[in-house]
């Protein structure tokens, strides 16, 4: 696949995703997670019409389960610390810790006027995140993907080859 094909790929995945048709209200309950494709692919919650979070997985359902708890996904964890940092008794959560129960309903509350869109993809996942992440700098996105080297990698679209997208 050379360049100009790998962009056009991506450049159409990119309208799936933004496309508001696609969009499904985020409900934060597990049987809402076990509603969500099993397949691998790549998945954005919106706010307000704006891109806020990009991620990709090899299980669509078990990483959209994982934002029920915000030890487990770090969208959850990065709202609480972009938004409620400055609300008295804050505490940052983490992998093995929540926010205190106040900052942890707010959390809720948000994401729950999120918009979900996903499509499953089996390879190309990466490279496709790391193309919203640099266009677009969803505000929950921590930061860029670090490559093996454990160096930031500036991916850009004609880098890498893109498999055809399953469109659903």
Known sequence: MNSATALNEFQRIERFLFDPANWKPVLLTREWAKLQPEDAGVYMLFENGKPVYVGESGSISGRVSDMLDSRHHSVRRSLGEMRF???????????????????????????????????????????????????????????????SSGQTQNLRPEQHMLPEARMR
Do not use: C, W
């Open 85 to 147: 940092s400055m609300i008295t008794d804050y505490v940052k959560a983490s992998s093995k810790s929540k926010h205190p129960e106040h900052i942890e309903t707010l959390i809720v509350q948000i994401m729950q006027s999120f918009k979900l869109s996903v499509l499953p993809i089996k390879i190309g996942r990466k490279e496709f995140e790391e193309y919203v992440f640099e266009k677009h700098n969803p505000e929950l996105n921590r930061k860029a993907k670090r490559g």
